[in-house]
């Protein structure tokens, strides 16, 4: 078929190559696979570099923290001290800028948007008082931070992402003319799923946004800030919090992270940095919800990792599993789309995922071909709020978790839907306008 794009390609050509496309998938059909590219979890191997953390917590350890506190029992609503050490290096804050949570940093943005709702930001009127409530949200995107915001029947508006970040002309119009909106969803590094980098640019437009609303707060979703894959080359950040402190808006952001990704999802210790006017309205209403989140959980973490230099190391270990998981991802899609004009993908740096755009009106066709095959991906869609994708294009691939093996057929598959769906769309399109 050599690489010749589809699009000049003739009807005769494109019917034939349609005929091959069609026996090929039959053929994978025939295969009764059984594979699952559908969310971004860590793979076995990846959990079992954390084992250790198992280990270093015995019946006869000291369950004191470094100030003397007995971790075993109630108390500290915030934190304990070495723990607060590690994540605010982890999430480059000072220790005293952030409140240490439990399990997940998903619950913690849950938490921010209800009391929001509830009670209001900083005095500000709740919410749930307002006739209108909107958020943007930069597209493609993460679906469970769309959901929350749709879960208290907040308006979600949609914000393209570029290759530098959120349109920030689009940002910085609606924020500045419209009180009714609120805040606005990011993951800012190796975003989920297009895996790109927001730019210097965009952070220092973000940190000087001047919004209508008093309680607007940027939703700085930092889930991979050192989910790198490469050594030397990686993306960096400006620093959100500094950053808005020199522009004179200190109280604009939330910044959220987690270990979730670091060692065992769903164990692991979540964080949120603010200023400190932020984060005495949080605890205001933090100390009413808990007596303390789990100090042993973040004893364990701070014994195993010891310091950020040691989860630094550790994060160099997920990498060697996931970088050859998105190299053969890529090569694939290179071998059999590049050049063909039906489908572009991100080659991210770090992070959990490759973002996929098949041709416009494709994407949900492209993922019922590969469940019909048996491989399972994330439902097109998935990545807009509300689950609508206006060009129907985008496919979140999420490449840790299968081996792989698995995951080069799964690949391989979701190329061949590609072009068989491509194929079949521009002829469908050519006969309408005949
Ligand atoms: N934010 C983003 C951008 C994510 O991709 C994920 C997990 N896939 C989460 C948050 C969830 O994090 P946690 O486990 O801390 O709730």
Redesign the pocket.
Known sequence: EGRKPYSEMSNEELEALERKLKAEYKKIQGLGLELNMSR?KPCVEQLDLSMGMMDVLSSDSDLRCEDGTDCRNYGVLTGIPEALELMGDMMEVPYDHLIIYGN????VMYDQISRSYSHGVMGNTPWCKLDKVKFLCVVPG?D?HFRITEYFGIENVCVPMLETGPDMDMVEELVSSDESIKGIWC?PKYS?PTGNSYSDETVRRFARLKPAAKDFRIYW?N??TIHHLYDHDQDHLIEILAECKRAGNPDLVYKFA?T??VCF??S?I?AMATSLNNLEDVKQQLKVQTIGHDKVNQLRHVRFFKDIHGMVEHMRKHADILRPKFEMVEKICEEELGGLGIAKWTNPKGG?FISFDTMDGCAKEVVRKCAKAGVVLTPAGATYPGGVDPHDANIRIAPSFPPLNDLKTATELLCLATKYVACTKILEQRRAEA
């Not at 997940?104 to 619950?107: A, D, E, F, V």
């Open positions: 971004g997940s940093s998903l619950n993460y469970r993951v989920n979703d889930a991979y987690s979730s990704k999802p769903g692991g979540a959990y």
